[in-house]
């Protein structure tokens, strides 16, 4: 039977996630990346949290859109070291004869990071809208009916989508260390020191995630989306109807913009939510976050579990000081320089 929750440790903040091979975990002080390098040892950096001095992080609803800003920015730091340090990066190159280039990485990664997201925007906003403009649904005279069956239609992508990429053996790889990541912090957050022995004996599902943010994000944007199509249709073209394009564009810009705000009303739903965890309606408005988690979370294996806990006994490790991404390349390059060695003499044998 598991302990109770520990405020204290609640308060701490411990949350992460996962990357390639390895597990991002942080709390309000400090982040800790822990990779699994290709000779299997485990190899990490540790950072100190850059003190956000913007008064909109303290404030309601605004600091879910600082906060989202911020974990973007870590998170598209993290998965840059975690495939540099897992090969990934390393391996590209050889197979498409590149020299390696910090440089080059950065840019493919930025590249990389810019197609997602127009990719993320058009399967979750634009193909929505325009396959329930293609059902025929009059959106200015019936804007409930347009939004309620759009937002159908929206989840019904977000939730296929997931399934088909949780058959990608990469894919399933991260989900493990998702899993992995939340076992130990619920392990945590009950006041245990989570080890081998007792990790499995928590759930890899956990109120505070990113997959229930994404859930309460496209539910929020279904509900605000309504009173977009109301606006451009009542104020912007109230005095005559455009060409149905137009008024399509005219919404579906008007609906990304609104992001900023989508995300900030999540935000604070999803901390209400872990907060006030144990009251019958909260736990109802995050229920389907969590459902989703059976999709993005796996049980994990030995060997990321092992992940796992370096990760957060090096978060949670005073005496560790912060160790730089250039320290880990160093002794990345002296293991591949030694390799190399070792090889040249067997040649030479």
Avoid at 26 to 55: G, L, M, T, W
Avoid at 117 to 137: D, H, K, M, Q, R
Avoid at 239 to 256: D, E, M, R
């Amino acid at each position: 039977m598991s302990k109770k929750l520990d405020e204290n440790r609640i308060k701490e903040g411990v949350g992460g996630q996962a990357v390639i091979e390895g597990i991002m975990l942080r709390n309000k002080s400090h982040y800790v990346v822990a990779v699994r390098k290709p000779d299997k040892q485990i190899d990490f950096i540790k950072a100190s949290v850059p003190e956000n001095k913007n008064k909109l992080s303290k404030m309601p609803f605004f600091r879910g859109i600082v906060n989202f800003i911020d974990m973007m920015k870590l998170g598209y730091k993290t998965l840059v070291f975690s495939a540099n340090t897992a090969g990934i990066e390393e391996e590209n190159n050889k197979k498409n004869n590149k020299p390696k280039s910090e440089k080059n990485d950065n840019i493919a990664m930025t590249i990389s990071m810019l197609i997602s997201l127009a990719f993320a925007v058009g399967l979750f906003i634009a193909l929505p809208y325009f396959v329930t403009t293609l059902i025929g649904i009059d959106e200015k005279s019936n804007f409930i009916v347009f939004n309620l069956v759009r937002g159908g239609i929206k989840l019904a992508i977000f939730v296929l989508y997931l399934l088909i990429i949780s058959f990608f053996k990469d894919i399933k790889r991260v989900f493990e260390y998702h899993g992995a990541e939340h076992m130990v912090v619920n392990a945590y957050e009950h006041g245990l020191d989570p080890d081998k022995g007792n990790i499995r004996d928590y759930t890899t599902i956990h109120p505070r995630c990113g997959t229930t943010f994404m859930f309460l994000v496209l539910t929020v944007s279904i509900l605000l989306y309504m009173f977009t199509s109301y606006f451009v249709y009542t104020y912007i073209y109230a005095s005559y109807t455009p060409v149905k394009i137009v008024g399509n564009l005219t919404v579906l810009a008007i609906n990304i913009m609104l992001l900023p705000i989508v995300s900030g009303i999540s935000y604070e739903i999803l901390k209400l939510g872990f907060k006030f965890y144990n009251f019958p309606l909260m736990r109802l408005a995050i229920l389907p976050g969590l459902l989703l988690q059976k999709i993005t979370t796996r049980r994990p294996q030995d060997d990321e579990i092992e992940v796992a806990l370096f990760a957060l006994s090096k978060l949670l490790d005073t005496s560790v000081e912060n160790r730089t991404e250039e320290e880990v390349q160093a002794d990345i390059e002296k293991i591949a320089e030694n390799d190399a060695a070792v090889v040249e003499k067997k040649l030479c044998v």
